[in-house]
């Protein structure tokens, strides 16, 4: 597609030139991996990991960071069979860290035991001057050593576009890093981000760059992470999409067959840290609210109109297509709130939870379930070369999902359940009860005692006490789903994907397995795709993960916040501060027909920032755009920060999306025969 063509609407810079891609590509390359000493190995081309974390804002930034300081910590402790030292430290030592020296134990040197070796590229962005500062001087134990040794550590600088935060304002978050995806990264001064972007965006699907999966982490209660998150999403979404009808030009440009044009899919998803919105004696800053609720009303309206608007005219037309383009394939929900519940399982008062203990938690559960996802999709290129013979592994036994398994299972908004359960060493198979591990892995987050894990869902089907109530009385019948296979979280859901990892010589049942299967398809009726990968060998217990597709949307935290921004920067004077919109919102979901006047009934054209940022706003405005000008002199390509508004479109969309939701039914097959008696 010729830049001519290119919508309005998506104005992003993607390098068209091959050779400069892949030359970019190379000096990724060599920052990554140390240089080899032999010219034969220098000869050898390394892969780039299968999968990217990318965080972004502060909260993103940090989590991204943990994740890749545990996977260090992991390969370290097993290639040097080295332990933690300081048994004092051990008190004090970071929750996620106890976690990860459980779940891969090392004590026992004399055994071959299975390694987590996979490293991804971890890419870190914000809009803070000094990111790397903050990293680099951070106090956590053992940080200054993985920083000089994780060489797949990138830090992107954007400063010189921005040196300072969004101010907690998303629209800003999200206008600067247009600002920052719409300039030439020619004309940057500072040369890694040109590579970088090659490397994210220019290049992701074509055979030269291996990497298939990508996290964007970030909080959607905050403003450069929830702003910057989507449009980066949207900026690597229509470099790729494009790359789908303008093949043949780049594969011309390519006099080097190794690096000829291989397009494949890519699987990505958001993970987005939603605020607390809920308990006694808790005080939150609205703005979070709405914030959150601004993302959640924009990726559900732009998932509605890329998956399901039939009202569009052709999809035949590639300009047509790249309108409706949507940030990620699916956005995983990790509810703020669930670490508080954590908290109070092991008897602390909810006013007594610090805000940094919540957020390691955070971490750590977000940690776990990237932890288990890599697994299931790794690729053997992504390990160390004697992984398998360590561990004695057959790779035959194990069953992977790839990039385009997930990005044909999962869409939309998705909920994870985890939990684990500890296993001998025997090679005998031992009894575990599935049933309460399968029953801890949607329960309320709580702690495993025995693995140091946080288990449960990680947001909430309905209001704390009412689900917990409910979870008590699925356990007091035997495991009966009728209760709870009745909540919208559960009924609607439309895809699941299982991942269960084994220790390498536990062994589990054909009986064991197939209860599991048992126990999600009651908890699940209508679900039309149900997918397992069966991991082996890279994990010390026996876990189980599940990913909860579309019907998230339909759970209480999800609706509030959604409902909370459109009634803050959308609703009418007279209905900003009442209940009508609440009871309005829950009926055009409920109702058989939806008439779209009804929401103009409530709703202006477009959202009021101001409403968050109060008179500021009208001073903050002009600012921005005279930096948009500055930096990017083309008037062709100017786009106001007007321009990038939510409107009614998106409120409807998204009400769209939620109707179509909260009816998904599977139809039972029913056997024909010509056999039947007449």
């Known amino acids: 597609m010729s830049s001519d063509n290119l919508p309005i609407e998506h104005l992003y810079f993607t390098e068209t030139n091959l050779e400069q891609i892949l030359e970019n590509l190379d000096v990724v390359r060599q920052q990554i991996y140390p240089r080899l000493p032999t010219e034969e190995a220098l000869e050898k081309e390394q892969n780039f990991p299968s999968v990217c974390l990318i965080g972004l804002g502060r909260c993103g930034s940090n989590i991204a960071l943990d994740v890749a300081t545990l996977v260090f910590n992991a390969r370290t402790s097993y290639i040097h069979e080295m332990e933690y030292q300081e048994k004092v430290a051990q008190e004090r030592e970071f929750e996620p860290v106890r976690w990860i020296r459980k779940h891969l134990p090392i004590e026992d040197k004399n055994r071959t035991k299975p390694v987590f070796l996979i490293e991804p590229i971890v890419m870190l962005g914000d809009l803070d001057k000094d990111i790397e500062g903050r ?22 600088d954007l400063s010189e576009v921005h040196a300072g935060g969004a101010g907690n304002a998303p629209i800003l978050g999200q206008y600067l890093a247009k600002i920052i995806l719409n300039k030439d990264t020619a004309s940057f001064q500072n040369d890694s981000w040109r590579r970088m972007h090659s490397y994210l965006v220019d290049s992701c699907g074509i055979k030269a ?38 093949y043949r030009s780049v594969q011309e440009q390519s006099s080097d067959k190794r690096h000829s044009f291989v397009f494949e899919p890519i699987f990505t998803s958001g993970i987005c840290i939603l605020p ?21 009303t924009k990726y559900i309206s732009e998932e509605w109109n890329f998956s399901y608007n039939e009202e569009r005219e052709d999809d035949e037309i590639p300009a047509d297509v790249m309108k409706r383009i949507r940030p990620w394939n699916a956005m995983m929900l990790i509810s703020n709130d669930i670490m508080r519940y954590a908290e109070e399982e092991k008897g602390t008062e909810s006013v007594d939870i610090d805000v940094n203990t919540m957020e390691k938690y955070a971490n750590q559960y977000i940690s776990q379930q990237i932890f288990n996802i890599l697994t299931a999709q790794a690729v053997t290129s992504d390990y160390d070369e004697d992984y398998f013979r360590r561990a004695g592994i057959d790779i035959a036994e194990t069953i992977r999902l ?21 296993v001998s060493d025997s090679t005998q198979t031992e009894h575990v009860d599935i049933d309460d591990l399968f029953c801890r892995s949607i329960d309320l987050p709580h ?42 979280f559960f009924k609607n859901c439309s895809s699941i994907v299982s991942i269960i990892s084994l220790p390498r010589d ?6 064991a397995l197939n209860q599991l299967k048992v126990h999600l398809n009651r ?21 189980l993960t599940t990913l909860i597709a579309k019907s998230p949307c339909l759970s209480d935290d999800f609706l509030t916040l959604m409902v909370a921004y459109m009634k803050r920067c959308f609703a009418k004077d007279e209905y900003r501060y009442s209940d009508d919109i609440d009871k309005a919102v829950i009926d055009m979901i409920r109702s058989n027909d939806f008439d779209d006047s009804h929401v103009e009934k409530f709703f202006n054209t477009y959202e009021n920032p101001a409403k968050i940022l109060d008179t500021n706003w009208y001073a903050i405005k002009p600012m921005y755009e005279k930096k948009y000008r500055e930096l990017i002199e083309e008037q062709e390509r100017f786009v106001s920060i007007n321009d990038i508004r939510l409107d009614i479109t998106n409120v409807k969309n998204a009400i769209k999306y939620l109707r179509e939701i909260y009816r998904h039914r599977i139809s039972k097959t029913n056997i024909l025969s010509l056999n039947d008696e007449m």
């Open 135 to 156: 990293i680099r001087f951070s106090n956590q134990q053992g940080r200054a050593r993985f920083l000089n040794e994780y060489r797949k550590l990138q830090i992107m």
């Open 276 to 296: 607390n919105i809920s308990g006694h004696n808790l005080d939150i800053s609205e703005a979070l609210h709405i914030n959150a609720g601004r993302l959640l």
């Open 523 to 543: 908890l699940c009726p209508n679900t039309t795709l149900k997918r397992y990968a069966l991991v082996i060998g890279a994990s010390a217990n026996l876990s």
């Open 506 to 511: 536990y062994k589990l049942s054909f009986t």
């Open 209 to 246: 760059n291996q990497s298939r999966l990508y996290f964007y982490i970030f909080s959607a209660g905050g403003g450069t992470g929830s702003g910057m998150a989507s449009e980066f999403g949207l900026a690597q979404q229509f470099s790729y999409l494009s790359k789908t009808f303008d």
């Open 447 to 488: 702690f495993n005692s025995e693995t140091s894990a946080i288990e449960g869902i990680s947001i909430l089907p309905i209001e704390s006490d009412r689900y917990r109530d409910a979870i008590r009385e699925f356990r007091e019948k035997q495991f009966d789903a009728d209760y709870l296979n009745q909540l919208h």
């Open 402 to 422: 790839d990039a385009n398994d997930l990005f044909m299972s999962l869409a939309g908004p998705v909920a994870v359940a985890y939990a684990e359960s500890v």
